[in-house]
């Protein structure tokens, strides 16, 4: 297996920040040498940098050196001489108001146990393999599976703060597509931050582009004017897929005297944001750029999940038991399900596997024919044969394999891709026809009614904590990071680190071999 670099992610900082250089996943290269795997090298961070494991004993020690180097996180003090912190305004022990003068003890008189120190750091991974053939198992660190403690940094309020609240300009942006809970964190970012003391509070609308169109007004918020959107899905703000003009927008930021930016979007905004952080460090401004990773696919790496993950699943059940109901009532009822995720299954497989009513789930990190002895439309005639009915549920970025490629992107750069529920349906249904087979097909799409729900509990509670995080964050001096949830704990992490690509779906996972133990399918090569 060669080591690769992540062209997702080199794609993604090239259209951002126009640098060659990215920093990426722990990659490894490995050679066979008698039925085992040997690694010659392992690769951390950027492109030129690398621990060498070949006769080095210290190589462990090296590993985690260079490991916490990719993951400390920027610090406004580590380029600015003059930032000096000052004790923080945040404390539940006391409601007293804002004032300029609090060296004393302000806001409490005595001593909360509430903050979170600087040294804190929460382990990334936690399970010991024991064998390189365990499920899941990720040997990078030798062959014989060896531990490497990696910790990252626990998010959360700092005794000592960095900014004046009196003197904070905030401004937060959605970007993207729609996903459930946007409102949640929108909301508690202003009430976090009303609590820390701050008065002005900026909504930009429409993602990026409301920066450069001076045609659309912002918005400007309160815990008053955010006190209910919770209860609706959306985003108070709009959204957009604009690629943002990293000079203009720090020119706008510069003009308006915003010191605090809040970025909540998927791979590509935050790419953004980690641009907009270079650029002001480049300018000598100082302002704090925090991301709150948003996208309904769940596949930002390194975290457990992210919000609008769990609504999604959720929602995904009414149309799965639609097509259940639908399959069944019918003669040779089949129902299909497509659902989102163009590079990461993690929305189909967890809608099937807490369905119980899907019969084959099709998904971009399994590949799969459809014709053929071993295919899936074989497969699809037992079932109606044996169940007199099935139901398929895909993801939308399934069977790439299967598409005529039509090089046409998206904003992002990303290639779109041809409907492949579409795609199946018709030869579904020409099999069976060539076949001289009746089959019942119904075809279901609910991409856009879930995108648009309002978060479930799970996700309303995710989405208070991160927005609460995000805000600490900040005021805690930290830029160009992003805030999750890790081994249930949340974190700060470094921006560069968690868009390098995508997160997948690991075929050899316990979770997808769950999936498979549900649907009963078998391989379709």
Not at 312 to 318: F, H, I, L, S, T
Request: charged share 20%.
């Amino acid at each position: 297996m060669e080591a690769i670099s992540p062209a997702y992610g080199l794609q993604l900082v090239k259209k951002w920040s126009g640098s060659d250089s990215f920093s990426g996943s722990i990659l490894s290269s490995m050679r066979s040498s008698g039925g085992k795997f040997k690694i010659n090298r392992i690769y951390v961070g950027k492109t030129n940098s690398s621990v060498e494991l070949s006769d080095d004993p210290g190589w462990k020690t090296k590993f985690q050196e260079d490991f916490e180097k990719r993951f400390y996180i920027p610090h406004l003090s580590d380029f600015y001489d003059d930032v000096t912190p000052i004790p923080s305004t945040f404390c539940l022990k006391s409601r007293r108001p804002v004032i300029e003068d609090f060296a004393d003890g302000y806001p409490s008189d005595e001593k909360w146990n509430g903050y979170i120190n600087n040294n804190d750091r929460v382990l990334l991974k936690v399970i010991h393999y024991s064998s390189p053939t365990s499920a899941g198992a990720e040997c990078i660190d030798d062959p014989d599976c060896s531990w490497v403690e990696k910790w990252v940094h626990r998010a959360g309020p700092r005794e000592e703060i960095y900014f004046k609240p009196e003197e904070v300009a905030a401004a937060i942006v959605t970007c993207g597509g729609l996903c459930p809970g946007l409102n949640d964190v929108i909301r508690q970012i202003v009430i976090t931050l009303e609590i820390y003391g701050v008065k002005k509070i900026e909504g930009i609308r429409f993602g990026y582009h409301g920066f450069s169109d001076k045609g659309i007004p912002n918005i400007l918020l309160s815990r008053k004017v955010v006190d209910n959107i919770h209860l609706a899905g959306g985003s108070l703000l709009g959204v957009s897929r604009e690629v943002p003009n990293v000079g203009q927008i720090v020119d706008n930021l510069q003009e308006r005297g915003i010191n605090m930016l809040f970025v909540l979007g998927g791979n590509g905004p935050h790419a953004g944001a980690d641009a907009i952080h270079n650029e002001c460090l480049k300018r000598q401004m100082k302002v704090a750029v925090v991301g709150v990773p948003k996208t309904i696919d769940n596949d930002i790496l390194m975290m457990d999940k992210t919000f609008g993950f769990d609504t999604a699943v959720e929602a995904a059940q009414r149309a799965i038991n639609s097509a259940y109901i639908e399959a069944r009532s019918a003669y040779r009822g089949i129902g299909l399900v497509k659902l989102m995720g163009r590079d990461s299954g993690f929305i189909a497989m967890h809608a099937s596997l807490s369905s119980g009513q899907v019969d084959i789930c099709l998904i971009p990190e399994v590949p799969f024919q459809l014709h053929g002895e071993h295919g899936v439309l074989t497969h699809l005639k037992y079932l109606l044969q044996k169940k007199g009915s099935a139901v398929i549920c895909v993801s939308e970025g399934a069977g790439k394999n299967l598409l005529e490629n039509n090089n046409v992107t998206d904003a992002y750069g990303n290639f779109m891709f041809k409907d492949i529920g579409v795609h199946i349906q018709q030869e579904t249904k020409k099999f069976f026809k060539d076949a001289g087979v009746p089959a019942d097909m119904k075809y279901i799409d609910p991409t856009y009614m879930i995108r648009a729900c309002r978060a479930n509990a799970s996700d309303g509670i995710l989405c208070t904590v991160l927005g609460q995080n995000a805000v600490h964050g900040a005021f805690a001096g930290y830029s160009g990071i992003t805030v999750g949830i890790c081994n249930t704990h949340y974190v700060y992490l470094p921006i560069p680190e968690v868009i390098s690509y995508p997160k997948q779906v690991d075929p050899n996972s316990r979770m997808w071999h769950r999936c498979l133990t549900s649907t009963g399918q078998p391989d379709f090569i």
